[in-house]
Every structure is written in structure tokens, then in C-alpha cells.
């Protein structure tokens, strides 16, 4: 079975530019969550998603981040326009329903920005 | 002050030392987690505890809810344990607050 996917492994851009990170969670799993470590920094929750619903977004940075998990499967989180503190390594998680259920992680994206 | 906090934030151990690292957390939890990252690799799971005292394999995690505080242990360390190691912790919603990770170096 797949595991939790994260495209790209890597990503540099330029400041101001646009980035989509896309994270295909295991099948089946309804939970789906964002985190992100910025460098020397421990990790940080993001957002989470049931399904195709945002169940929790309290650690979203600013209004420059937009998650969509539409049809409740993969889920995108697009970066517009990008700053130099938004590098760091995101970090995509799924778990099947149920809160304390065990995290699968993904192999993250590592986004630079320049 | 973070609410999880690890020690050490780093370990070298040589190969076939009995390895411990510390989580302490100040926040009331439903479930704790440790993970393990390889260099440039994604982040594993080891254990998920709420109580009590799991093992597997050569590794070890225990955890006093009274006392806030979980380690987890390594017997007989081997180079291939070296890795980044950390623990966080889920409260009553379900995002996780995690340490900053105890980097650990097993030298053959």
C-alpha cells in the first residue's frame, strides 16, 4: 500500500511567485494534516482537514496560505505570493478516522524561498 | 517556553550504548507520539503511548501522565539508529505539539 505522497520533494522560487504543494494522503484515511518546520524551529501545526472539510486552521500563518482538499483525497496547500519567511519543510500527515489514531507522515517539501 | 520540551537536543553515543532520551510536556494529553527522521528522509512513526509502557524491537517508550513526562529508549544503539527523534503531543483536539527533536549520532 502507498503511503502519504508529497509533491514536490523540493521547490525553490522567488519571492513573490506562487507554489502549490500537493500531498496525496493513504487511501481511506479521513484525516488529513498540515504542519511545517521552519528552520531551527520544532514543528508546527497547520491545518487539518476531514474529508474535504477544514476541521482546524488555527496555525495557518496568514491569508497568503490556501488549503483544499477537494473531494475529501488529496489536498493542495498553495503559497500566493510568497515571502522569504515561508521556507521551511512542509509536512503532509493522514490517519483513518478518529482522534487518537496513529499519524502516517509524508517525506515532506522542502520550499525556498529566494 | 515550548509546551513540549526535549533533552537532550543532542546525543552521540557509540555503537551498543543504551540510549535515552527525555519529553517532558506541560499541557494536559490524550496521547503521545515519538517519531523518527533520517537525514533527508521523511518522518516515521514509532510509537503512539497514552499510558504505561510499549517496546519494539530494541526500542522502548514509557510515559508518567502524573509526572508530564515520557522517554524513550534504545538498546544496544546501532549506527543505523542515528536520526533526529521526536515526541509530540496531541491534547484534546487533534493537532499535535511537537518538541524540537533530539538529533542522535550511534558512532561504530
Known amino acids: 500500500e502507498a503511503g502519504v505522497t508529497q509533491f514536490p520533494s523540493h521547490s525553490v522560487i522567488e519571492k513573490g511567485q506562487t507554489v502549490t504543494l500537493r500531498c496525496d494522503p493513504i487511501?481511506?484515511?479521513?484525516?488529513l494534516y498540515w504542519y511545517r518546520r521552519v528552520m531551527g524551529k520544532e514543528i508546527k501545526f497547520l491545518l487539518h482537514?476531514?474529508?474535504?472539510?477544514?476541521?482546524?486552521e488555527s496555525g495557518m500563518p496568514n491569508n497568503r496560505f490556501l488549503a483544499e482538499r477537494t473531494g475529501g483525497t488529496y489536498s493542495t496547500l498553495k503559497v500566493q505570493p510568497a515571502e522569504l519567511e515561508d521556507s521551511g519543510v512542509y509536512f503532509c500527515?493522514?490517519?483513518?478516522?478518529?482522534?487518537?489514531?496513529?499519524?502516517?507522515f509524508g517525506q515532506g517539501t522542502r520550499l525556498t524561498v529566494v | 517556553k515550548n509546551e513540549v520540551e526535549q533533552s537532550p537536543q543532542n546525543l552521540t553515543a557509540q555503537e551498543g550504548e543504551f540510549i535515552t532520551i527525555n519529553c517532558s510536556y506541560s499541557?494536559?494529553?490524550?496521547?503521545l507520539h515519538w517519531l523518527q527522521q533520517h537525514p533527508g528522509g521523511g518522518i516515521v512513526s514509532l510509537f503512539m503511548?497514552?499510558?504505561g509502557k510499549k517496546k519494539h524491537g530494541r526500542l522502548i517508550a514509557t510515559i508518567n501522565i502524573q509526572e508530564k513526562h515520557s522517554s524513550l529508549h534504545i538498546t544496544a544503539s546501532h549506527p543505523r539508529d542515528s536520526a533526529v527523534y521526536i515526541c509530540?503531543?496531541?491534547?484534546?483536539?487533534?493537532?499535535?505539539?511537537f518538541g524540537k527533536g533530539t538529533l542522535l549520532t550511534v558512532n561504530p
Open positions: 500527515a493522514s490517519s483513518i478516522a478518529g482522534m487518537n489514531t496513529e499519524a502516517f
Open positions: 487511501s481511506g484515511h479521513d484525516n
Open positions: 482537514f476531514v474529508k474535504e472539510s477544514k476541521q482546524d
Open positions: 499541557v494536559g494529553i490524550s496521547a
Open positions: 503511548l497514552s499510558s
Open positions: 509530540a503531543v496531541r491534547g484534546s483536539n487533534y493537532k499535535l505539539t
